[in-house]
């Protein structure tokens, strides 16, 4: 039977994958056939994610993505890819006028500045070929909505999503395509950081139309479609997935 949204062939490298949406994303696309290489900062639970893919023929690299000799090691190994997708990220809430150099510098440097650098890299020794995909993990905020404290987080993912655009224009000549994912609130371990009580969850939850925050797996689906075939006319968009919440 012709599956569209197929990955079995496909080389399929996921950074974050060590938890939450990363995780996700990397064990949904074993799913679909696809041989992973995934990437996280947290070598124990980086082996986590490795034991619960499906399938042969995987790889894993302990790295820090904003650490140029780890880069160097996994792009001097890793094989020709088909499919990338930058998953790796931060959230550090502080308001503005409490806002350092320091605070903001960590959050542009894991959310936008590395998987930046990581994705030029590897165009430049040429890892990901012509007809490949490429998915950036952005976000709601900083794109169709904010809120207070939070802009650190909204500067660097609304920075993903211009950059998104532009690298999908000048990879269109090698049919390369680029596109990112805008998820709501999804329920990882980053949602409790946010320091929410379980009331305030509750009367969050009404900004969804459909009442509930996405699961991990909502965002993984939606990757999936990025990276094969049905998506094969789709680049320099913006997917959102939010549950209805910018609606409102």
């Not at 070929?129 to 939070?150: E, L, Q």
Request: hydrophobic share 40%; proline share 3%; glycine share 8%.
């Amino acid at each position: 039977m012709h599956n569209p949204f197929s990955l079995a062939g496909k080389s399929i490298l996921v950074t974050g994958a060590s938890s939450g949406i990363g995780k996700s994303i990397a064990i949904e696309c074993s799913k679909m056939g696809a041989k992973l290489i995934i990437l996280g900062r947290n070598e124990e639970r980086l082996r986590e994610t490795y034991n619960d893919l499906e399938g042969d023929d995987h790889q894993m690299f302990s790295a820090e993505l904003t650490s140029k000799e780890d880069i160097q090691v996994v792009i001097n190994t890793l094989p020709f890819i088909d499919g990338l997708v930058n998953a790796a990220g931060i959230l550090k809430r502080v308001p503005f006028k409490l806002m350092s150099s320091d605070i903001l510098e960590e959050v542009m440097g894991v959310n936008f500045f590395a998987p930046a650098m990581f994705t030029k890299e590897l165009l430049h020794h040429k890892k990901i070929g012509k007809g490949a995909s490429i998915v950036f993990i952005s976000s709601i905020s900083g794109n169709y909505c904010s809120s207070v404290g939070n802009t650190a987080y909204s500067s660097s993912k609304g920075a993903l999503n211009s950059l998104s655009e532009n690298i999908a224009l000048e990879l269109s000549a090698r049919n390369i395509r680029v596109n990112t994912v805008n998820p709501g609130m999804i329920a990882t371990d980053m949602l409790y950081q946010k320091a929410m009580s379980v009331e305030q969850i509750k009367e969050d939850l009404e900004n969804y139309p459909l009442k509930r925050y996405g699961k991990p797996e909502d965002v993984a689906y939606a990757v999936i479609y990025l990276l094969s075939e049905a998506s094969a006319w789709v680049t320099g968009s913006s997917l959102l997935i939010d549950g209805g919440f910018t609606l409102k």
